[in-house]
């Protein structure tokens, strides 16, 4: 069933990624880790839908997305750079991989962040941190999501690792087997994988090479 609804507010979380606040449809549900089809209210651009992922939890008031924008393209994360407030937007189904099965370690690429943005925000509210951690690759330090948040509430257990500079206190590179086992701490732990296909294969092939079992590996490709 669509929903059309107004935005709320928009703000730029960092250069190129921007967090939308929307009213909440009534009968709207969905679990941490699903997304939904979005389509926006502009001439020319009704037909043109994407996907995104909630970034709110089912019990708020509002529906949140966290969306990194191509502005050199012109796609539908173009045009939302120009959105505001009372613009229109319509959601349609809601679909997703990932959920949360126990345990692990989340690994995330760029805007692959954001179903972990609601699990891990569902795991704060429900005081269930426990001993989860995060390795996030990005480009630079400047693309880096929600750092502050993320090392508020995981301390030792956010790593990040950086692939186009060297920064104190970062991995420089891509994520390797020996990071991921590096944090590895007993078995049946599950890992959680979400970005971009390159970074998704890659990632996967070095899972392979530790012996994870396909079924302890949760993924989505964007
Ligand atoms: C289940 C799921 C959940 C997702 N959740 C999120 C989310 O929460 N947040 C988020 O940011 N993204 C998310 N994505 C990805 C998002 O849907 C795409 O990034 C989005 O569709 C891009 O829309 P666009 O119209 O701007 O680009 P499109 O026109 O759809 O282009 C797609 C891709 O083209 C590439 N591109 C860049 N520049 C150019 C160029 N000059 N010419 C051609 N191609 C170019 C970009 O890498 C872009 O990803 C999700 C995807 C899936 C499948």
Redesign the pocket.
């Known amino acids: 069933m669509a929903h059309t609804v107004k935005v709320k507010s928009v703000r730029h979380v960092t250069h190129n990624?921007l967090r939308i606040m929307l009213e909440k449809p009534e009968g709207l549900t969905y679990i941490p880790g699903q997304?939904v089809d979005i389509s926006i209210h502009k001439e020319g651009w009704e037909k043109?839908i994407?996907?995104?992922?909630f970034?709110s939890l089912q019990d708020d008031d509002y529906v949140e997305?966290?969306?990194?924008?191509?502005p050199?393209?012109n796609?539908?994360?173009?045009q939302l750079l120009s959105l505001k407030s009372g613009d229109q937007i319509t959601l349609y189904d809601v679909?997703?991989?990932i959920h949360y099965k126990g345990e692990g370690i989340f690994i995330a690429g760029g805007?692959g962040i954001?179903?972990f943005i609601a699990i891990l925000k569902k795991l704060e509210s429900e005081n269930k941190i426990g001993n989860n951690k995060l390795i996030f690759a990005n480009r630079a330090k400047e693309d880096i999501i929600d750092e502050e948040k993320f090392r508020h509430l995981l301390g030792k257990n956010f790593i990040n690792v950086l692939s186009g500079e060297k920064v104190a206190g970062y991995e420089h590179g891509f994520i390797t087997a020996e990071l991921i086992k590096s944090q590895t701490d007993g078995e049946g732990k599950y890992y959680y994988l979400c970005g971009?296909p390159p970074m998704m294969d890659a990632v996967e092939k070095e899972l392979a090479s530790l012996g994870v079992a396909e079924d302890h590996i949760v993924k989505?490709?964007?």
């Open positions: 990624v997304a043109e994407r996907t995104f992922t970034t997305v966290t969306i990194k924008t191509y050199s393209h796609g539908v994360t173009n679909y997703g991989d805007a954001t179903p971009p989505e490709g964007f």
